[in-house]
T-cell receptor
Framework: GAVVSQHPSRVICKSGTSVKIECRSLDFQATTMFWYRQFPKQSLMLMATSNEGSKATYEQGVEKDKFLINHASLTLSTLTVTSAHPEDSSFYIC???????????FGEGSWLTVV | GESVGLHLPTLSVQEGDNSIINCAYSNSASDYFIWYKQESGKGPQFIIDIRSNMDKRQGQRVTVLLNKTVKHLSLQIAATQPGDSAVYFCAENTGNQFYFGTGTSLTVIP
């Protein structure tokens, strides 16, 4: 089946630094990728939707200058958390789909800890 | 945005029993629905999907039922096993957006 890979699976960074998380669709072309944040024992919270070659659409309340999303190709999207703070520590998950009416597949998630 | 809600936040079942997890959705125009399983610390895994032109779909030990009249979706797991313990989310597809419910935590008691 379709596979979406996230990297790194775990990362620890210092306050004030930036960290990049990659999301790759391994065996299909993903016209749309989504980024989520998840707190313990809570549901997924959609942060932004990105379509290849265009700017990401951010959900209300998500700072686009803090969470930079780039969808440079049909198989890769990146999320960069800039000037990270401890409150940015969370589980970040991406997903990808070939488009309308197609199944959405998730990556394994990336644990970010900001110290 | 659209809301997809789950009736029960937690569910405990005895090993070997059948489990039923429910989900209500709000957009009658949604035409594609998916159930996901998320184990602790991992990303959600696809379980089964159903399109709006169907009212039932079966997989291996799982069945999804769709009632468009009352906008209700359910996931039935037959002969629940300890490995089924996880959080289960439903999702509805509206246009190019997917909206997720809050999740039901299923615990299987050995």
């Amino acid at each position: 089946g379709a596979v979406v890979s996230q990297h790194p699976s775990r990362v620890i960074c210092k306050s004030g630094t930036s960290v990049k998380i990659e999301c790759r669709s391994l065996d299909f072309q993903a016209t749309t990728m989504f980024w989520y944040r998840q707190f313990p024992k809570q549901s997924l919270m959609l942060m932004a939707t990105s379509n290849e070659g265009s700017k990401a659409t951010y959900e209300q309340g998500v700072e686009k200058d803090k969470f930079l999303i780039n969808h440079a190709s049909l198989t890769l999207s990146t999320l960069t958390v800039t000037s990270a703070h401890p409150e940015d520590s969370s589980f970040y998950i991406c997903s990808a789909t070939q488009g309308n009416g197609n199944t959405i597949y998730f990556g394994e998630g990336s644990w970010l800890t900001v110290v | 945005g659209e809301s997809v809600g789950l009736h029960l936040p937690t569910l405990s079942v005895q090993e070997g029993d059948n489990s039923i997890i429910n989900c209500a959705y709000s957009n009658s125009a949604s035409d594609y629905f998916i159930w996901y399983k998320q184990e602790s610390g991992k990303g959600p895994q696809f379980i089964i999907d159903i399109r709006s032109n169907m009212d039932k779909r079966q997989g291996q030990r799982v069945t999804v039922l769709l009632n468009k009249t009352v906008k209700h979706l359910s996931l039935q797991i037959a002969a629940t096993q300890p490995g089924d313990s996880a959080v289960y989310f439903c999702a509805e597809n509206t246009g190019n957006q997917f909206y997720f419910g809050t999740g039901t935590s299923l615990t299987v008691i050995p």
